[in-house]
């Protein structure tokens, strides 16, 4: 893992590469310090070698998984949350999503947008249990590849 890492790493210093990066992910033109950039990368979702990876290429911060893990740590910042989000919130975010923009989505497309969007704390099948009971009719059609759009 970590001989792959160092392999991208070298990489990253003798290949330019491009692609698209979305708006939201900050370049080396900003002036976020080394625990922000952490924090947004991971809010984002990125994976720690991604991170790492983003950190030398546009920032040239290097350091390794092992002390991204560290200052993770140190952050407060965990992958599975120890405290769950209300179920009440949870249920009235659906709800409000689900009338403006998320008509057509399924359970998995929600999950990652109450984490992403409302950094909510919240397992993937509660959602699909919420969906279900909130929403049975749409459920049914999405399973059966009906959704009208």
């Not at 001989?3 to 976020?32: K, M, Q």
């Not at 952050?75 to 919130?89: E, F, K, V």
């Not at 999503?97 to 909510?120: A, F, H, P």
Request: proline share 3%.
């Amino acid at each position: 893992m970590s001989r792959s890492i160092f392999l991208l790493l070298s990489l990253c210093t003798f290949v330019h590469v491009e692609g698209v990066v979305p708006s939201n992910i900050p370049l080396s033109g900003n002036v976020l310090k080394r625990d922000e950039l952490i924090k947004l990368y991971f809010m984002e979702g990125l994976k720690y070698a991604e991170i790492v990876l983003f950190l030398f290429c546009n920032h040239n911060i290097k350091m390794t998984i092992r002390h991204l893990k560290r200052i993770l740590r140190k952050l407060n910042l965990r992958r599975r949350p120890i405290q769950y989000s209300p179920t009440q919130d949870v249920v009235n975010i659906i709800r409000e999503e689900c009338n403006v923009s998320g008509q057509c989505v399924g359970y998995r497309t929600m999950w990652k947008r109450l984490i992403r969007d409302y950094g909510l704390a919240v397992k993937r099948n509660d959602v699909m249990k919420i969906m279900q009971q909130i929403f049975p009719n749409a459920t049914e059609e999405r399973k059966a590849h009906r959704v009208l759009i």
